[in-house]
């Protein structure tokens, strides 16, 4: 019985410890600087900091040579306005199971229609929410 009771312990121990030091899940914003692309980043970047510490969130201007150079490592490249790294990846999953790609402007009437991503800020979000759930 002792060694039960010992086991279940260092079972609980363990999780306790892995949910605390579990990192934070990582969002990097690598976007140009002009007025329209912050004007459609602005909800997103509310809803960030809303978050306070559940989230690391760090921002690169994409014109900038290690914008270039970050977006190059994802795998992108040519005129790309705005790319959500969520954990270091802009391609994710909805909880409905479809893809999507967090490139280039929401889709939303005012982003410019050329160059308009398939996704919405609460695309985003859901994919935050459901990280920061998990230890």
Same mark, same amino acid.
């Given at each position: 019985?002792n060694?039960?009771?010992?086991f279940?312990? $260092?079972?609980? *121990?363990?999780?306790v *410890?892995?949910t605390a ?5 990582t ?6 600087s002009?007025?329209?692309v %912050? ?8 809803w960030l900091a %809303? ?7 760090? +921002?690169?201007? *994409?014109e900038?040579?290690s914008g270039e150079?970050?977006? +190059?490592a ?14 270091? %990846?802009?391609? @994710? @999953? ?15 009437? +005012?982003?410019p $229609? ?7 800020t609460?695309?985003?979000?859901a994919?935050?929410? +459901?990280?920061?759930?998990?230890p």
């Amino acid at each position: 019985m002792n060694a039960r009771r010992y086991f279940l312990a $260092a079972i609980a *121990a363990s999780f306790v *410890a892995g949910t605390a030091l579990a990192a934070p899940p990582t969002v990097e914003i690598v976007a140009m600087s002009h007025p329209p692309v %912050q004007a459609a980043l602005k909800p997103l970047r509310e809803w960030l900091a %809303q978050q306070g510490g559940k989230l690391k969130v760090s +921002e690169i201007d *994409a014109e900038s040579a290690s914008g270039e150079k970050r977006l +190059e490592a994802v795998g992108l490249k040519g005129h790309v306005p705005i790319v959500i790294l969520i954990d270091s %990846q802009y391609r @994710q @999953q909805r909880k409905d199971g479809s893809k999507v790609a967090f490139v280039n402007f929401p889709a939303v009437k +005012e982003s410019p $229609a050329g160059i308009r991503g398939d996704w919405l800020t609460e695309d985003v979000e859901a994919v935050l929410i +459901e990280r920061m759930k998990k230890p």
